[in-house]
């Protein structure tokens, strides 16, 4: 049951050629439940073609406040991720990164 202290938002970013997960998808995406109040990523995943792939991910990102910038997971990683997919995964996490702080903004609007 949902308790609407998290929300779930998507970032997209295209696949490069060659990847296997580009026979499946032709767009990278970045999913995170994040909490509203402090903007931590709580679970995350990607649609990289393993499993494994998306787990790893999502260990970087888990734990991380939107709030705080996303320059440290993007140097994390472009550290720690070694694959073809890496400008992509950066990009889906810029993209994940402005559609939380829209939301954001909009709900401070709200209660103005």
Do not use: W
Request: hydrophobic share 40%; glycine share 8%.
């Amino acid at each position: 049951m949902l308790n609407g202290k998290t929300i779930f938002i998507a970032g997209h970013a295209r696949l490069p050629q060659g990847m296997a997960a580009k026979s499946v998808f032709d767009t990278l995406t970045i999913t995170a439940e994040i909490d509203r109040k402090y903007g931590v990523i709580v679970e995350a995943s990607c649609t990289l073609a393993t499993e494994h792939g998306s787990d790893f991910i999502g260990r970087i990102l888990k734990g991380v406040s939107l709030k705080d910038g996303v320059e440290g997971l993007i140097e994390e990683i472009e550290t720690y991720y070694r694959g073809k997919a890496t400008n992509a995964l950066v990009a889906a996490l810029k993209d994940l990164d402005l559609h939380f702080h829209q939301i954001e903004t909009a709900e401070r609007q709200k209660v103005i």
